[in-house]
């Protein structure tokens, strides 16, 4: 069985700080690592994935994401934080046919 | 390019009612998924749909049921309804399914009373 874990409910960063969202994984084989964001009254947005290759996903909106295979981890990273990153963000591991399994979600807020 | 489109927005039922919901892939997606999420929790697979054929069901009653069109379109059925089906149900297109990238509809609101 592959799973995601997310360890915060929420995470509080000010305006113009780095944004930082943890999640570890458990999988057999190789892992198909995701990140979607929700913000409210809306649906789920892609923000980037991980398949193979290097270690530093770049995605969208100025995100990306370190792969650490040793320490089974897939943290999103924001170097800048906006007002408008405050959103419910997801960690996702998929199986070899596609059916995405969801961490507990992340509530992102940041303060002006 | 118009994104993966869902009707209805909202939705209200009473226990025991039928209800159907729709759900447009992305122009050229062939794969359709469907997916639960209740309130406060992360959406849970439903059903995958590819070529017209269910690749993969997860661990719903059999009170769920799907289909997908030639035209790759997919409608999702919940037969005799429970106050514990009120949640968001989103659909998601692919190219090809398996790992490939799902993109997400607004969702269909579902409140059972």
């Known amino acids: 069985a592959q799973s995601v874990a997310q360890p915060e409910d929420q995470v509080n960063v000010a305006e113009g700080n780095p944004l930082t969202v943890k999640c570890t994984y458990s999988?057999?084989?190789?892992?198909?690592l995701f990140w979607y964001v929700q913000y409210p009254n809306r649906g789920l947005q892609f923000l980037l994935k991980?398949?193979?290759?290097?270690?530093l996903v770049k995605g969208s909106y100025g995100f990306e994401a370190e792969f650490n295979k040793s320490q089974t981890s897939f943290h999103l990273k924001k170097p800048s934080a906006l007002v408008s990153d405050s959103a419910l963000y997801f960690c996702?591991?998929?199986?070899?046919?596609?059916?995405?399994?969801f961490g507990a979600g992340t509530q992102v807020v940041v303060t002006p | 390019d118009a994104g993966v489109t869902q009707s209805p927005t909202h939705l209200i039922k009473t226990r025991g009612q039928q209800v159907t919901l729709r759900c447009s892939p992305i122009?050229?997606?062939?794969?359709v998924s469907w997916y639960q999420q209740v309130l406060g929790q992360g959406p849970q697979f439903i059903f995958q749909?590819?070529?017209?054929?269910?690749?993969g069901r997860g661990n719903f009653p059999d009170r769920f049921s799907a289909r997908q069109f030639p035209n790759y379109s997919s409608e999702l059925n919940v037969n005799a309804l429970l106050l514990g089906d009120s949640a968001l149900y989103l659909c998601?297109?692919?190219?090809?399914?398996?790992?490939?990238?799902?993109?997400f509809g607004p969702g269909t609101r579902l409140l059972v009373l």
């Open positions: 998601a297109s692919s190219l090809e399914g398996g790992r490939e990238t799902q993109y």
């Open positions: 999988v057999s084989g190789n892992p198909y």
């Open positions: 991980y398949i193979t290759g290097d270690n």
């Open positions: 996702v591991v998929t199986d070899s046919w596609g059916k995405l399994q």
């Open positions: 122009s050229g997606h062939k794969s």
């Open positions: 749909y590819y070529e017209k054929e269910e690749r």
